[in-house]
């Protein structure tokens, strides 16, 4: 994946061209579609640290955050870019502000995102759960540029779970295959309902709530058979190929990465489908690049080849000449010539 960066002057163009990519921001918005919230320097840093005991950065003055947030019937969705920061909530702001909200989502970052609650120290890399309640004193440090998608739940939802957690940390079982799709899931609905603004039904929040419990809860078994359920697997490895194709150094060794299976498992789940996880990722780049080269506006074709996640314009050539027997000009100008025949 390419790096994320920031300068004095905050997040650079490509590293918000390719986030606002990711998470929807432009595709069809729905009817509650929201402006994001634009925080910089030193002003957005004391609004950004407004709900925390503190908020430490290198330069103030670089600080850059962008979020969208939307509060639904039971959960609240909250989306945010934001340069590198540690936040920290003591016991002191607990009193003076209880928040009884439990946070779970997923982070994507350079490094490891360490997270410190009481006597528990956790670190989280991208892709994986994280589920914790923000009625404990915590400190969360972020190393880079970091991409979050949260769901905030009120913990009474979560009461069972609660009660059988150990420490203020619930559970997160962050290596299992069920949490890393819950992961995937929960920054899909976040990204649909936050940023998209798309509608959100109460039956839809006590769905992603099911989910949630499951994840966190202590189902050993469960969770083992849905890692040997293909029908499961096949869903994840399409979720993270539809977040993800876009970037040239995603492949098949990145599925079975994130949800935490070997390669050799990930692909006999796929043994029955008539094509392979790199198979499928290609034709994801493939069905990009068709759409891109029949806009009406022409792009050049590196420009094409790199938002569909191809390395070079020559891999993608070679890749769409094998698959539909012309060359990616040939069929933009197949495109044109129907085009023409119409509007004559």
Known sequence: MKRASYTRDGIDHDTLARWRSSIGADDDPGPSAATPMELRGRTGLAAYGAAFSRVTVDDPDAFHAIIYHRPLSVLSAHCELSTPRTTERTDAII?????????????RLEGRLRVRQGDVEREYGEGQL???????????????????????????????????ADAAFLPTAADSLLARATATFI???VCDAAVRGLPITPADELAVVGLIRAAIGHHT????????NALFVLEAARDLIDERYADPDFTADAIAEALQISR????????DTGESPATMITSRRLAQARTLLELE??????????????????????????????????????????DDEEAG
């Open 221 to 228: 078994q469960d969770a083992y058979q849905m890692e040997n």
């Open 264 to 271: 050799r498992h990930l692909y006999r789940h796929f043994a």
């Open 95 to 107: 009193r003076a502000q209880p928040a009884p909200i439990i946070m779970v989502g997923t982070h």
């Open 187 to 189: 920054r899909r609905f």
């Open 297 to 338: 506006e022409p792009l050049g074709l590196d420009t094409v080849a790199h938002a569909s996640g191809f390395a070079s314009a020559a891999t993608l050539r070679n890749r769409f000449r094998a698959e539909f027997g012309m060359t990616p000009g040939a069929f933009r100008a197949t495109v044109r010539s129907a």
């Open 130 to 164: 994280v589920v914790m309640s923000i009625e404990s004193a915590f400190v969360d440090e972020c190393p880079s540029v970091c991409d979050t998608a949260l769901l905030l739940v009120p913990a009474e939802v979560l009461r069972h779970e609660l009660a059988e």
